[in-house]
């Protein structure tokens, strides 16, 4: 997940870490069942507070877009859709299988150009 937050923003940051988030899930940068860092991993990584992250994932579980899973994590929501789930999934086992094998992303990538050739 990548995220540009501004300090100096009228916008609180637990907002625009909520906004971000939402954004990647429409436009498809997060799909269904893609697991989302911690709120330790993520407010380390932001060099923010750990309650922002909270707040923001709070709100976004409110709202029906990530899901808690005790000590499984934390993941992006089914997007309603049972084929696009599906699939979501599938590719997201495809890719963790080509990397555990030590494939970088863009060999993954053309392994996917010549599945669909």
């Not at 005790?70 to 590719?91: K, M, N």
């Amino acid at each position: 997940m990548r995220f540009h937050l501004d300090p100096a923003s009228k916008t609180p940051l637990y907002e625009q870490l909520r906004a971000g988030i939402l954004e990647q899930v429409r436009n498809g940068e997060l799909i269904a069942e893609t697991k989302i860092p911690t709120v330790r991993g993520l407010a380390e990584e932001l060099q923010i507070a750990p309650h922002t992250v909270a707040k923001a994932y709070k709100e976004l579980e409110a709202q029906g877009v990530i899901e808690a899973r005790g000590r499984l994590g934390t993941f992006i929501a089914s997007g309603g859709d049972p084929t696009e789930d599906s699939a979501a999934r599938a590719a997201i086992a495809y890719v963790t299988e080509l990397r555990a094998l030590g494939l970088s992303d863009a060999r993954v990538r053309e392994f996917l150009e010549r599945a669909l050739d």
